[in-house]
């Protein structure tokens, strides 16, 4: 009987600051999963946006939750990797096959929420486009057809890099612990490539998010005379613009940080060819590229909730039903109401968005 290939001598790997890097990312990691379950309900909620985008941008928050579920799960086969029981009890099938599951869903889930984000740009193209009508296709059939349909392509683009692998390398059937089964030691060109092509493609998205809002800004200030259903979709999409781009631009730069250190990593890769010891110096790069979206869903959850003003509204409602529900003394109020700023910057008020929506509507036609 074969003897399974012993773990080889890591030292950066098993280093106390990667340690602690790990830890801390496994707890943004869970405070992440809560925090876009919670943005789901608001927006599941919320009324004053197109069923297209919210189901979206619901789509993004369903994906981050699971891209940090299993950053969650990545970093426990790192603390399982630490234990001698992966050796001594011969367990290094199945860590290797967790491995390779883990990183299917990582590579998965990244595909999918750059193919969304681009997707939500074209959305609100169309929005703009198709202003006079836009508002009619309000079909949730639709819009959970073009989510579907980013979602098998993601997938599917992920099987294809996970099968080329798996043919040259066999990860699933190895006898020697993965130190690691990531696409960038197998194939660092064609990773290379596609970064480098998302960065000069959300750059240019980026910059045409910046264009529709400022021509959907002109458009509703000069569409005094224009139907109500215009005037009305000329507003959304510069109240929701207003995040998008901001959401766009962070994870533009995200996607340039992660470009960046794919870069130094291919070089090391080229230079050096791929060895256990080029794995373990990398292992810093490799995981600050990795956590990149980590962190950006820390940003794309404070950018929807506090830039869409209907969410960040009912966000504070609920924060101030929290700090009251302690008071011994808490006697019955009259609902919060929201507050938006309506024409001449001047505060519109309502207890519901629907209230909100037909006060602008009557203070625009005063």
Request: charged letters at 15%; one cysteine or more; aromatic letters at 16%.
């Amino acid at each position: 009987m074969e003897v399974p290939s012993p773990t080889p001598l890591l030292k950066e790997i098993t280093s106390v600051p990667i340690y602690i890097a790990t830890l801390i990312e496994s707890i943004i990691n869970v405070i992440n999963i809560f925090a876009c379950i919670y943005l789901i309900i608001k927006l599941r909620k919320t009324r004053l946006m197109h069923v297209n985008l919210k189901t979206m941008l619901i789509s993004i928050s369903v994906t981050l939750i699971l891209f940090n579920f299993f950053r969650f799960v990545k970093s426990l086969g790192y603390f399982i990797l630490q234990s001698d029981d992966v050796i001594t009890n011969y367990q290094i099938h199945f860590y290797n096959r967790f491995c390779v599951m883990n990183r299917f869903f990582y590579d998965a889930t990244v595909n999918v929420l750059s193919f969304t984000m681009l997707g939500l740009i074209l959305e609100r193209a169309a929005a703009t486009c198709f202003a006079r009508v836009y508002e009619q296709t309000n079909s949730s059939c639709l819009a959970q057809t073009i989510v579907v349909f980013q979602w098998v392509c993601g997938i599917f683009a992920a099987i294809s890099f996970l099968l080329v692998d798996q043919f040259e390398k066999d990860y699933w059937n190895s006898t020697t612990v993965l130190v690691t089964c990531s696409f960038v030691y197998t194939r660092p060109e064609v990773v290379l490539t596609l970064f480098s092509s998302s960065v000069i493609l959300f750059c240019a998205f980026t910059a045409f998010s910046i264009f529709l809002y400022f021509f959907n800004r002109k458009k509703f200030q000069r569409s005094t005379n224009k139907k109500l259903t215009m005037r009305y979709q000329y507003k959304e999409n510069v109240t929701t613009l207003t995040f998008l781009v901001p959401m766009f631009t962070v994870f533009g730069i995200s996607n340039i940080i992660s470009t960046a250190l794919i870069v130094y990593m291919f070089v090391h890769i080229t230079q050096q060819g791929v060895s256990d010891a080029l794995v373990d110096n990398l292992w810093k790069i490799e995981k600050a590229y990795n956590a990149t979206v980590s962190v950006y869903t820390i940003f794309f959850v404070f950018i929807c909730s506090k830039l869409h003003h209907p969410l960040w509204a009912s966000v504070m409602k609920d924060f101030k039903k929290v700090c009251r529900s302690d008071d011994k003394n808490f006697t019955q109020e009259k609902p919060s109401s929201l507050r938006l700023a309506g024409k001449n910057s001047r505060l519109v008020e309502g207890t519901t968005e629907g209230d909100v929506y037909f006060k602008t509507l009557r203070e625009t036609w005063s």
